[in-house]
């Protein structure tokens, strides 16, 4: 984010070297979405809470295109079904569009 800020040159190789370690974690992500439902596996759990935030809201501040990431956006579309994902987002962010594709 903080990089994005500096507008700096799309070959600078500090903001190449941080879009490659931004790619590979959200491919480790889709890895394991590929694997499980959730997470932890078949559980909901608090890391799928946090992950969330980073999946959605974060896109916000550091948008990411996720059109190559199938198992994330399932995994998203399985949060984004959760009543308490939906009420808590009404209580925290009323009217928000939420990014969850």
Do not use: C, H
């Not at 600078?12 to 596996?41: Q, S």
């Not at 759990?45 to 295109?65: C, E, H, K, V």
């Amino acid at each position: 984010m903080i990089l994005n800020r500096l507008k700096l040159a799309d070959d600078n190789p500090i903001l190449l070297a941080t879009k490659a370690r931004v790619d590979r974690a959200f491919e480790l992500v889709e890895a394991r979405m590929g694997e499980a439902e959730y997470l932890a596996g078949r559980a909901f759990t608090t890391a799928d809470i946090m992950m969330g935030f980073s999946l959605t809201t974060m896109r916000y501040f550091q948008p990411y295109d996720l059109a190559r990431y199938p198992n994330i956006t399932g995994y998203l579309a399985r949060i984004g079904a959760r009543a308490a994902y939906r009420r808590a987002m009404e209580k925290g962010d009323p009217g928000m569009a939420l990014l969850l594709t």
